[in-house]
Nanobody, 126 residues
């Protein structure tokens, strides 16, 4: 599968953005999807994940209540709606796909995913 992330940009503290990740290739509904981010000088960190059908979602404590992950399997796209953005949310955001069907208990680990998009930069100004 090929993943193309978009929607990043510059936003003020407290603003909102919606990221999209469009997939092409194998049937999109066969992929468990995740979003990660990497801030300058920091390690990549898990942001949110969503199960194959969209029935289960997961998010990190740092974004819980502010970010929402969703997917539209008919459009081969996963979204990350980001509200109440803070300067510490500034990072390159990556979408990732896991093409297996094992239990997704390791969804927060980057090694769990088979495919990665190119990233989209989100900058939150104070």
């Amino acid at each position: 599968v090929q993943l193309q992330a978009s929607g990043g940009g510059l936003v003020q503290d407290g603003g909102s953005l919606r990221l999209s990740c469009a997939a092409s290739g194998r049937t999109f509904s066969s992929y468990f999807m995740g979003w990660f981010r990497q801030a300058p000088g920091k390690e990549r960190e898990f942001v949110a994940a969503i199960s194959w059908s969209g029935g289960s979602t997961y998010s990190s404590d740092s974004v819980k209540g502010r970010f929402t992950i969703s997917r539209d399997n008919a459009k081969n796209t996963v979204y990350l709606q980001m509200n109440s953005l803070k300067p510490e949310d500034t990072a390159v955001y990556y979408c990732a796909a896991y093409g297996g069907h094992s239990a997704a208990s390791m969804y927060s680990l980057g090694a769990f995913y088979d495919h990665w998009g190119q990233g989209t930069l989100v900058t939150v100004s104070s």
